[in-house]
């Protein structure tokens, strides 16, 4: 074939309209079925405490017992009623009748109260609530009755577990369209400032939406069918990941696609070169993605379990989507999609320079960077390693121990002031007991020994026919329920259910009860947070080494080369710690945060190194290239100019959607965006832009050890001077 790009080969009409067509018909189908189902996702989606247990735990091996001594699936609302000054007997009498017209709304099974505080300012009841109903709502109705028939001049609050569950979903909220409406503005504004174009970023941004809704497809088939559990938290980071990935590979595909343009007139031609050219990096990246979520699969929280295969599904999704969808718009659309900046055909002399140094052809700051790394390598690497080193040590200061249940949601919350005025009138711990399970023989021992327990305010055996109420009412009959063989035990504390004061009761009581009954359980809404707490640490240590070693090898196969694999990883792990170092700083001394939680060490690694690398594949993947036709150091030098815009771009764009999670006001997902956004940011424009090329550059060929490329033969081969090639070789289409 000639190397005349204006007389090229002609493409075959099925390979020019046909196939783009059609595909670009298949996604507008998926959209179709995808799109509508993202408002059904709370359908299949729960954030109940179940669903994010840590399934080995004892909490949860207790809450197994603590089934079998319920007539039904309930969950307790604590209502409290406050006044400034002891009840009057009005008020008491008021209070009283109450509990019939709470009765009356018929939530759940029999309502405990009103149970007087011991100062007289304050009563509460205990609301059995069917939690096979909308919670939500049912709580909803209890504020309005409770607000509409408590006494003049009091408080009203709904809280305790019910009320916790309610407001935490009201928090969540904002997932189904506020969200998605956040992360796709700020993409569009970023795309139109990147590419000056009007059509372009609607037709990258069709590529994340369509991708989304497949997403949104599959993840609800596969909730809907039982096969993964679906609640608030991987349902705002599914869309987030998938907007962010989609448009990441999009970028990729679309400077290959311009690039392409530059050399031939035929759009299907320049279609076709970018997905060869673009399909293995944006694959290897995406594969890196996946496998490094499926690891979470190996944790035993059923939160981390749940997210992922829920993005897995995401990023296979938006892979699919920038391989398929993307490339058929483009081969429609041609130099049309970049109007009114259309890129030019370059005479055959400019399309492949003539390297020497590698900055030929490079203009501006991404020359200047090259520049840099090339004259300073050592310098400039040294200096990037030291720096976040220093960054790293505010690690130490990471209080990623959990926090109260009480400070997960950051906005205003009745149930949240609700368990402060509990606390500030009844046991702090009532509501909200530790939950006991023991065998019937040792029932007493276990029960004196419970009652004996320092932070202890009260514990009674659960009665047969009893309401499931958790509750320290007195009274408690002496004949308890048994199970096989198991009695149920409540023990209310003196601290606040979700206090690190509780947790230590909790603690201190599984050791002690274990003298009596080596079989005794203790669980309850402490027990679970404590050991969640404790599972997720342990997950730390088990998954991140099965990450690593996951990315290594994908990065071995990509590269073929064990030295430069290994560097990658040891850079973007350095990212890693240098970002929750930062983190740590501003949630310490500028959000004022009291802790965090404990599973965000883990998703901040898990989104941090698997993301890093990926622009480190797209800028490895591209030197390699040019180090095979240009030598190891040129190379390296045209990949960074080259490749400069694009991944600052993708990386602009990933920690715009990650930054978005912001606008749900749970602790969590706040974290995780600035973790996400601050970690990408200092990856793109540090260890990508300076780190990385410049320890290549410093290395030399023996970076792609022990592969042929770094060999020194091979790079003497291929830096001879360009005159000696024929023309031939340096024009034509590529």
């Avoid at 996604?27 to 059904?40: H, K, N, Q, V």
């Avoid at 509460?124 to 009755?145: A, C, H, M, N, T």
């Avoid at 673009?278 to 997210?307: H, M, Q, R, Y």
């Avoid at 622009?615 to 490749?643: A, C, D, Q, W």
């Amino acid at each position: 074939m000639k190397h005349n790009l204006k007389h090229a080969t002609r493409v075959p009409f099925w390979l020019r309209w046909l196939v783009p067509i059609v595909l670009v018909v298949a996604w507008l189908a998926i959209a179709g079925i995808g799109g509508p189902t993202f408002g059904r996702l709370s359908e299949v989606s729960s954030n109940d405490q179940a669903s994010f247990l840590p399934a080995g735990a004892e909490a949860t091996a207790a809450q197994d017992w603590q089934a079998k001594f319920r007539d039904s699936k309930e969950i307790p609302a604590v209502i409290v009623i406050e006044g400034d000054s002891a009840f009057t007997r009005d008020q008491l009498g008021q209070a009283a009748a109450l509990k019939g017209k709470l009765e009356a709304l018929k939530v759940g099974s029999t309502v405990i109260g009103p149970i007087p505080s011991k100062d007289s300012k304050a009563v509460q009841f205990v609301v059995p609530i069917d939690s096979s109903g909308v919670v939500k709502d049912v709580v909803k109705e209890l504020r309005s009755e409770v607000t509409a028939s408590a006494p003049d001049g009091t408080r009203t609050f709904v809280t305790g577990p019910a009320g916790l569950t309610a407001d935490l979903v009201s928090a969540f909220a904002g997932i189904d369209g506020i969200l998605l409406l956040v992360a796709l503005g700020a993409v569009f504004l970023i795309l139109l400032i990147v590419y000056r174009s009007l059509l372009l970023p609607v037709a990258v941004l069709f590529t994340s939406v369509f991708g989304l809704c497949a997403a949104i497809l599959l993840v609800f088939g596969m909730a809907k069918l039982g096969w993964i559990q679906l609640n608030g938290q991987s349902q705002g980071i599914l869309s987030i990941l998938v907007i962010g990935a989609a448009t990441d590979y999009a970028l990729l595909y679309v400077a290959r696609f311009r690039e392409a343009l530059t050399h031939t007139t035929n759009r299907t031609a320049a279609a076709l070169t970018a997905w060869k050219k673009s399909w293995e990096p944006i694959l290897a990246s995406g594969a890196t993605v996946i496998i490094a979520l499926l690891c979470l699969l190996f944790s035993d929280l059923n939160s981390n379990k749940a997210l992922g295969p829920v993005a897995a599904a995401g990023i296979l999704c938006s892979l699919f989507a920038a391989l398929t969808l993307l490339p058929a718009m483009m081969a429609l659309l041609g130099r049309v999609a970049f109007w009114p900046f259309r890129p030019k055909l370059l005479p055959a002399t400019e399309r492949e320079p003539e390297l020497v140094t590698g900055l030929e052809g490079q203009k501006g700051l991404w020359r200047a960077t090259g520049s840099l790394v090339s004259r300073r390598p050592r310098t400039v690497w040294v200096a990037s390693v030291l720096l976040l080193l220093v960054a790293s040590a505010g690690i130490l200061q990471l209080k990623a121990n959990g926090v109260p249940q009480t400070d997960v949601i950051l906005t205003a919350s009745n149930a949240v002031d609700g368990q402060a005025a509990l606390a500030r009138h009844f046991d702090a711990g009532s509501g909200s007991p530790a939950v006991i399970v023991a065998d019937e023989a040792k029932a007493q021992d276990v029960l004196a020994k419970t009652k004996a327990a320092d932070g202890v305010g009260d514990a009674y055996l659960l009665a047969e026919g009893s309401a499931p109420i958790i509750t320290g009412a007195p009274g408690a009959p002496a004949a308890p329920a048994v199970r096989d063989g198991k009695v149920l035990i409540n023990a209310t504390l003196n601290f606040a259910a979700d206090s690190n004061d509780a947790e230590n009761v909790v603690v201190n009581l599984r050791q002690e009860l274990k003298k009596v009954d080596d079989g005794a359980l203790v669980g309850g809404v402490t027990a679970t947070a404590l050991d969640t707490n404790t599972t997720a640490q342990r997950d730390l240590v088990t998954i991140i080494p099965v990450i690593l070693a996951v990315i290594l090898v994908i990065l071995m196969l990509l590269l073929r080369s064990v030295l430069a694999p290994v560097l990658l990883v040891l850079s973007v792990v350095l990212s890693y710690g240098a970002a929750m170092g930062v983190s740590a700083f501003v949630f310490n001394h500028i959000f004022g945060f009291p802790g965090a939680d404990a599973t965000v060490p883990l998703f901040g690694f898990v989104f941090l190194v698997a993301l890093g690398v990926d622009y480190n594949i797209f800028l490895m993947s591209r030197v390699r290239e040019e180090s095979i036709k240009h030598g190891t150091r040129p190379g390296i030098l045209r990949g960074l100019g080259v490749t400069g815009g694009v991944i600052t771009s993708a990386g602009v764009v990933l920690a715009a959607t990650f930054a978005a999670l912001g606008v749900i006001p749970i602790m969590f997902l706040v974290q995780l965006a600035f973790i996400v956004a601050f970690g990408v940011l200092l990856d793109t424009i540090l260890v990508r832009s300076l780190l990385v090329p410049a320890l290549a550059f410093d290395i030399g060929p023996r970076i792609w050890w022990p592969g042929k490329l770094g060999r020194p033969e091979a790079d003497a081969a291929v830096t001879r001077p360009a005159a000696a090639e024929p023309e031939s070789a340096v024009s034509g289409v590529r």
